[in-house]
């Protein structure tokens, strides 16, 4: 058995699994898949799949981890024994590791401008020199692949010595620090000339962006910034304890989530209308408009600094726990050591994060169905890859699981009177399984 999180008190096993979600998903992915998404349209989309697939599905993974206390292979094993269901745990490992891969590309982006905050290079330039700031540090041939190393290796190191509890235990406490900080950014952001406009992107939908292609990316995003789909949670619930309310912690966890997601929204796009910036920047999108909040903060440096640590302690969180998932599978099915696990699984992300890294810059050229492959490892992972473990995750728990576990796991064996299990029974059958496939087949 691995040395993974034992949660002794109900808020740890909350506050691991907020850890795990809550990260560069909410405040980075989240702003500038809605920015180039049609903003209102992708929002909407996004709140209704965190509502009907999202806390179905949290539920589902919660079931499996829970009923068996064991590693998602194991667990299916267990739960399905004889079948191949089981090989469905791949669909987790191979995601994990496309992510980790081209999120630590990020992470490295957050040390860069943690140091350039630090140093003072943040201050004192145009939203247009933030944008060529940025495009000639990501397409530099070897700085933020440097970057993306080092993150792995820290990551690396962290999960070697089982750091991991007091990296958790410093998460906790800042958590609610960089709840209060994003807090102190929107109000700057909303109070900054033409900020309406910015509320409007993002609350006022218009029918005309509703596409296809919007509804697979919010669907995407809501799986990857929930962790989802990919059995992180489930690995999570395996150390909940029989006491714990499953429905209650999943209702936490989304709420939680969704509300630094919109937060974050709230911080950069006001500023992006205010300055006359372009909501779909991409991937750099926070790192052109950030700068320019710094600078009409008082004190703008201090703030700068502070809230890179934050989202850097915040990555650090989702990337152990998206790490996890592959290191206990080499563990626990493959008998490796738990140091070779976790040295296979870093080596792996290392050389994939390294091409990742040199996607904006020299392998720019290198593209699968015209996606550079950071772009092309972010698609399949996040839009196709989560999505279909989501269905797997409802249709198995739904459907072939024996209900009575089902409804013994969600009310502690009778101890909790659920009010929304009928509701949620119902959308993990029926809803959440057909909404996901709909929104797929809407692609072709
Ligand atoms: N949910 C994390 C975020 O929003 O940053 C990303 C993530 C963590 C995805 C863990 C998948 C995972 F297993």
């Known amino acids: ?23 560069l998903g909410n405040i980075w992915r989240f702003p ?48 399905a024994p004889g079948s191949r269901t089981h090989w469905f745990a791949y669909i ?29 290079g943040l201050s004192g330039h145009t939203p247009e020199e933030y944008g060529v700031m940025f495009a000639s540090f990501s397409s530099h041939p070897w700085r ?11 990551n690396h190191l962290v999960l070697r010595r089982g750091l991991k509890r007091g990296i958790e235990r410093i998460s906790n ?17 909303l109070m900054m000339p033409g900020a309406g406009e910015g509320l409007r992107f993002m609350f006022a939908p218009r029918l005309s962006d509703v596409s296809a292609t919007v509804a697979v990316k919010a669907m995407g995003q809501a799986f ?7 059995s992180c949670l489930l690995t999570y619930a395996s150390y909940f304890k029989d006491s714990d309310s ?18 974050a929204g709230l911080m950069i796009f006001p500023a992006v209308f205010s300055y006359g910036m372009t909501p779909e920047a991409g991937p750099k999108l926070i790192f052109e408009v950030l700068p ?74 290198v593209t699968v169905c015209g996606m550079t492959l950071f772009s092309l490892f972010d698609y399949v992972s996040s839009n196709l890859l989560l999505p279909a473990g989501g269905i797997f995750f409802s249709v198995f728990v739904g459907w072939m699981l024996e209900q009575r576990l089902v409804e013994d796991e969600l009310t502690n064996r009778g101890t909790l009177n659920v009010r929304t299990m009928r509701v949620l029974l119902f959308c993990m059958r029926y809803v959440a399984p057909l909404a996901i496939a709909v929104v797929f087949f809407s692609l072709i």
């Open 1 to 23: 058995m691995s040395d993974r999180a034992r949660f002794t008190t109900k808020m740890g096993a909350i506050a691991a699994s907020v850890g795990s979600a809550v990260g």
């Open 246 to 263: 499953l429905v209650r912690n999943a209702t936490v966890i989304a709420f939680l989530d969704t509300l630094v997601a919109v937060l």
């Open 173 to 189: 406490m800042m958590m609610p620090v960089l709840f209060v900080i994003l807090l102190i950014f929107c109000i700057h952001s």
């Open 144 to 154: 933020p692949m440097l970057w993306t190393v080092l993150f792995l290796l820290l």
């Open 292 to 365: 320019v909040i710094f600078q009409q903060m008082h004190f703008g440096i201090v703030w700068a600094v502070l809230l890179f640590l934050l989202l850097f302690v915040a990555s650090i969180t989702s990337t152990i726990s998206m790490s996890e998932i592959s290191i206990a599978f080499f563990e626990e099915e493959h008998g490796l050591s738990r140091d070779k696990a976790t040295a296979v699984s870093t080596v792996i992300a290392l050389v994939l994060g390294s091409l990742c890294a040199l996607s904006f810059g020299p392998l720019s050229g």
């Open 92 to 120: 987790g490992i191979i995601a994990s590791l496309m992510i980790l891969s081209f999120y630590s590309v990020v992470c490295g982006w957050i040390v860069e401008y943690l140091i350039l905050a630090v140093s003072g």
């Open 32 to 79: 500038y898949e809605a920015g180039e998404n049609g903003g209102g349209a992708f929002i909407l989309i996004y709140l209704a799949c965190v509502l009907l697939m999202g806390i179905p599905v949290i539920v589902a993974e919660f079931v499996v981890g829970r009923a068996t206390h064991r590693n998602v292979n194991g667990a299916l094993k267990q739960l």
């Open 224 to 230: 990857f910034s929930l962790s989802l789909g990919l």
